[in-house]
């Protein structure tokens, strides 16, 4: 088993099952099932059947009706399924009521195993992981999710079998038993503070003397990396699976009036993204959530755009981005007929529909960040002596100040303000590098 994997040419069989509230929602159940059969497709595995029961509320035992469920089993048992995945992330109770009805013993290799929408974004993660921070975040993630789920020390030893659902970021993986698994935690968490701190010292050096920060945001291949690398030539790896970016990049973008600003690409979003992982990557979240404007990147090709979008919007708002100013691109638009385009840009008339891949529409997209860049307020670090009260008190007037400190030699203040007021403060602007150069951050 442990063969099998997204490098290796035997392919895993997977039965996907989802749950529809009702009739009329059934097609929606569809639709996320196929989303569930494209990561199943990233992580290694292929849709041989699907299964879809309408019920309004999961079972709390078994997520199916238990029927359903011994139905499901039977029928992964006679397509010589490896795999049975949930579109849900499972409770702890129904993983192994559901494990006990498939006969899971610990013991016994190459049995069917019972994967969750969670588990499998997990999995994709880790295999994606590249940084040292991507890979301390997304252990953290896969420890937290599956220490709740393991059902004793030979539970953990058939968990390291292999294939989907199972891998680990680093050779850690959970080859612990409990005490184990909590030192490890206590020192993943020290480590990713370390890794933070370093990240956020680089970040406070550039972030807050007046240089615009936007922020890429989008659902996961909606084609973010491709426009960081169309508009700045940054040369970010882009593919057509789902969570190919895990770790920021900054590049400088240079605008038409000549400003620059600094504009991020990172992870993308996708529907009923696992808490856990949100918690992980809280500090990669948060820097998008400290961004003077957010880019959004819709696959205009998509069945519905516009439920991704909200998607989107929903961790927007957990992360605390909900009030950034937003620009939306409408992408691909060389895959989407006028007919269907003209509906988006009726009902989003201020959106910009680009080609990233392609490069057009992007004078348009630049000229629109050009024009949100000179409006947008700005955070930004001011560094006042003791003895110019006067102007501490015009910039909490003037702006609103979201932090204060007093420091050997002054105040120091980070304020959101607008560019008007910023250049009239600019000599008590705290020093910052200039935007970075080509190679980034
Ligand atoms: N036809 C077409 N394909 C595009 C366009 N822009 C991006 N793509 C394709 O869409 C896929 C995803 O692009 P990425 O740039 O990797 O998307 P992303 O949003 O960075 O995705 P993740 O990092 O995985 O979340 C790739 O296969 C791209 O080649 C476009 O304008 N037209
Ligand atoms: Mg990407």
């Known amino acids: 088993m442990s063969d099998r994997g997204p490098d290796s040419d035997i392919r895993e069989r997977a039965v996907l099952v989802g749950l529809a509230p009702s009739h009329a929602q059934f097609e929606a159940a569809e639709a996320s099932l196929d989303e569930l059969a494209l990561l199943a497709d990233t992580a290694g595995a292929e849709e041989v059947e699907r299964v879809i029961q309408?019920?309004?509320?999961?079972?709390?035992?078994?997520?199916?009706?238990?029927?359903?469920?011994?139905?499901?089993?039977?029928?992964?048992?006679?397509?010589?399924?490896?795999?049975?995945?949930?579109?849900?992330?499972?409770?702890?109770?129904?993983?192994?009521?559901?494990?006990?009805?498939?006969?899971?013993?610990?013991?016994?290799?190459?049995?069917?195993?019972?994967?969750?929408?969670?588990?499998?974004?997990?999995?994709?993660?880790?295999?994606?992981?590249?940084?040292?921070?991507?890979?301390?975040?997304?252990?953290?993630?896969?420890?937290?999710?599956h220490t709740p789920r393991l059902?004793?020390?030979?539970?953990?030893?058939?968990?390291?079998?292999?294939?989907?659902?199972?891998?680990?970021?680093?050779?850690?993986?959970?080859?612990?038993?409990?005490?184990?698994?909590?030192?490890r935690l206590t020192k993943l968490r020290g480590d990713l503070a370390d890794v933070e701190r370093t990240r956020d010292l680089k970040r406070k050096s550039r972030v807050r003397s007046g240089v615009p920060q936007i922020s890429l945001v989008g659902y996961t291949n909606s084609g973010k990396s491709t426009l960081l690398n169309a508009l700045t030539g940054a040369g970010v790896l882009v593919e057509d699976r789902l969570f190919s970016t895990l770790d920021p990049t900054a590049r400088r973008l240079d605008l038409p009036d000549g400003r620059h600003a600094v504009l991020t690409d990172t992870v993308g979003f996708v529907k009923k993204l696992p808490h856990t992982l949100v918690e992980a990557f809280r500090?990669?979240?948060?820097?998008?959530?400290?961004?003077?404007?957010?880019?959004?990147?819709?696959?205009?090709?998509?069945?519905?755009?516009?439920?991704?979008?909200?998607?989107?919007?929903?961790?927007?708002?957990?992360?605390?981005?909900?009030?950034?100013?937003?620009?939306?691109?409408?992408?691909?638009?060389?895959?989407?007929?006028?007919?269907?385009?003209?509906?988006?840009?009726?009902?989003?008339?201020?959106?910009?529909?680009?080609?990233?891949?392609?490069?057009?529409?992007?004078d348009d997209l630049l000229a629109t960040l050009g024009e949100r860049v000179a409006a947008a307020r700005l955070i930004v670090d001011f560094e006042i002596p003791f003895d110019r009260g006067d102007v501490r008190s015009r910039l909490h007037e003037e702006g609103e100040v979201l932090k204060e400190t007093f420091e050997s030699d002054g105040y120091r203040l980070q304020v959101r303000t607008s560019q008007d007021v910023l250049a009239r403060f600019s000599e008590f602007l705290v020093d910052g590098r200039e935007a970075p150069g080509p190679d980034g951050v």
């Open 151 to 183: 059902r004793g020390w030979s539970d953990v030893m058939s968990r390291l079998g292999g294939g989907i659902g199972t891998r680990g970021p680093g050779e850690t993986k959970l080859e612990v038993d409990r005490r184990r698994i909590r030192r």
């Open 283 to 362: 500090s990669t979240l948060e820097e998008t959530g400290s961004s003077d404007l957010l880019l959004h990147v819709v696959d205009a090709a998509q069945p519905d755009p516009e439920g991704q979008m909200d998607a989107v919007t929903k961790v927007l708002g957990e992360i605390g981005a909900s009030q950034i100013p937003t620009i939306l691109a409408f992408n691909k638009r060389d895959l989407v007929s006028d007919a269907d385009a003209a509906v988006l840009a009726a009902r989003h008339p201020d959106a910009v529909f680009i080609s990233a891949a392609r490069g057009d529409g992007l």
């Open 54 to 145: 309408v019920r309004e509320t999961p079972d709390t035992a078994t997520y199916l009706g238990k029927g359903k469920a011994r139905e499901v089993v039977e029928l992964a048992q006679a397509l010589h399924a490896d795999a049975i995945i949930f579109d849900d992330e499972l409770a702890p109770a129904q993983g192994r009521n559901l494990e006990d009805m498939a006969g899971i013993n610990p013991l016994a290799p190459n049995q069917l195993k019972i994967i969750d929408r969670t588990g499998l974004i997990l999995d994709v993660f880790s295999q994606h992981a590249h940084s040292a921070e991507g890979k301390l975040q997304v252990e953290l993630a896969q420890i937290n999710y």
